[in-house]
């Protein structure tokens, strides 16, 4: 167990012990790095690897769609609809969830059917209604038409080293360093007082009052930090109210899809709420347009509150000063294939 | 007249009077900047602001497509693709240019129809198979919704600085600053005999004696530098062969579709040659996917010559070498819509 795990733990038992006091238990500011798997060291070469091939069209059957292209990192971290665009206009019935902070998840996609960010970067790419490459060898045999790529697979993972999983690594060591500190609540964890609003630090409050941090806790307000492949997963909604029909929260079963397993039905990973002021719209659905919606939609649905305009607008000002530093980025050259074109 | 534009005047002239010999005349290396227009000069801010907007797929209308999804700057400046996709998987008839080295060209689009990179800015994101934006005003009351973007067109432009026209100049005063000199070429023609292989110097002397240059010369190989707004143009094909039916040459009457006079059918604005090795597909259609095709064509179908195989190799070898430097650019940070989305 790492240290930050060890201190996160630490923050949930005294959320589970101390009841409504443990505000100080449960806020932490968020680490400046992400917990590394040990068999995907993030090394400069295989960042930067990474973030060619997280914004290379080439790795979708029509060259039109990237990573990025859903999970944009220079807003963020998502293409803020509903549902995405994949090649040829297709939608799928999910919303992307951000990249920012998705290192500190121990699942990943909404319902956790992948454990870590390099399983994760592997869906897409085949998914029929995002990137539709028709299967891993054609990656790879697209890939190694592009010079660029070859010399640098071999440079960081050794000769032979243009594989799938090697794929995966080297955008996994990208998104691991796509980590946004030093918001203001961070700010304010750490001794800067004046880094919070007054409204914010009453939005604090009711967001333990309320019950909000039970679920949104740790670091990354996603729940404990749980070992990778272990989700943090709650029923959603978990109590039926008017929302259920309006924002259609029920159509997908959530979990249930990916396992069949009926105790996973309408289950979902507890979401990050780390940059959630800019990531609307909200929930798996991308249903609710904007973040006071989504506080009044999340209080009755999962707490079976209602709460007064005055504790929304105070929770929505709270979740703001979640927003944190998005690090400057270099784009990266995609490498070419001289004298001839790739993708009809 | 410029210095820069006076010079290149001379290497015209030099070129007309001197006929086969003239290469030295001819052949420039690429300026560090581009010409800039009086009206639009490029600041700082002006420049950053016009990056975060080239990058913005919110100037589409469902929010999937930014000027750099079909002319990407961590690339070749074009998709590398016969024609591009547009919102909704609509493609257009014709290729994308590149932006790389656009701000030499003194008319824009394969058919001269814009006059400056600032008309010509105006035009995708308008169009309905390109970003399909309703109207300018529809643009404007989307901006509108981005304090950030308000507030810097404020700042760049001075109060009520959010039009259409301003929009385009941000735009163009970024794509102004997309040059990319010191390639292998100019390395050589400022002096270091050893940046361009035998090959490529074979290639050189071909490109000269086969007629090539009769069209792609100056800095940027699209012909004299022009005043703004007047197009260097040429009839592509010029001379029927196999190619016209192969590659469908004919199919779009170019020019003429804007004008609709008829002394426009077929004629084209003569494309830039720099980074032409990374630029495959070719042609206004896109047809041709490799460059020694493209040689091919191009002698046929413009100076109705057959050139030998090494020709072909040669000439190639040395269009390779007018691949320049690209910059490294700091990817923009997109301006927030704080609590809500935008793009349904």
């Known amino acids: 167990m790492t240290r930050l795990s060890k201190s996160i733990s630490r923050a949930v038992i005294g959320l589970t012990l101390g009841g409504a006091s443990v505000a100080a238990f449960a806020f932490q500011p968020l680490p400046d790095k992400a917990p590394e798997p040990a068999d995907n060291p993030g090394t400069a070469a295989k960042i930067e690897l990474g973030k060619q091939l997280y914004f290379d069209p080439r790795l979708s059957l029509d060259g039109t769609v990237s990573c990025n292209s859903c999970h944009n990192v ?56 995002e990137m539709a490459m028709p299967s891993e060898q054609a990656v790879i045999d697209r890939l190694q038409k592009i010079p660029g790529y070859v010399s640098q697979f071999e440079a960081v993972f050794g000769k032979d080293g243009l594989t799938y999983d090697n794929v995966a690594k080297a955008i996994g060591a990208f998104e691991r360093v796509l980590i946004t500190p030093n918001g203001p609540l961070d700010r304010y964890l750490k001794g800067d007082k004046s880094a919070l609003t007054a409204q914010a630090q ?36 978990s109590f039926s109210s008017q929302y259920d029909k309006k924002y259609q929260l ?7 899809e990916a396992t069949k397993k009926e105790a996973d039905k309408h289950m979902w990973r507890v979401p990050t709420l780390r940059n959630v002021a800019l990531t609307a719209p909200y929930f798996h659905n991308g249903a609710v347009k904007t973040l006071d919606e989504a506080v009044r939609v ?22 703001n000063s979640l927003t944190g530093e998005f690090p400057q980025i270099a784009m990266p050259r995609l490498p070419d294939t001289p004298n001839s074109s790739l993708v009809d």
């Open 74 to 129: 220079m807003a963020s971290g998502t293409d803020n609809k509903a549902t995405s665009a994949g090649v040829a206009g297709k939608h799928g019935g999910r919303s992307a969830p951000t990249v920012w902070n998705s290192a500190f998840l121990s699942v990943q996609f909404w319902d956790g059917r992948a454990n870590t960010l390099e399983d994760q970067a592997k869906g897409p790419i085949l998914n029929p209604v």
């Open 202 to 237: 009453r939005g604090m409050q009711a967001f333990e009052q309320v019950g909000c941090v039970a679920c949104h806790n740790g670091a990354n307000f996603s729940g404990p930090q749980l070992p990778v492949g272990q989700g943090f997963y709650q029923r959603f909604p």
């Open 250 to 256: 029920t159509a997908d079963e959530g979990r249930f």
């Open 298 to 319: 999340m209080a009755k649905a999962q707490l079976s509150k209602d709460l007064t305009e005055q504790q929304v607008a105070d929770i929505v000002a709270f979740l």
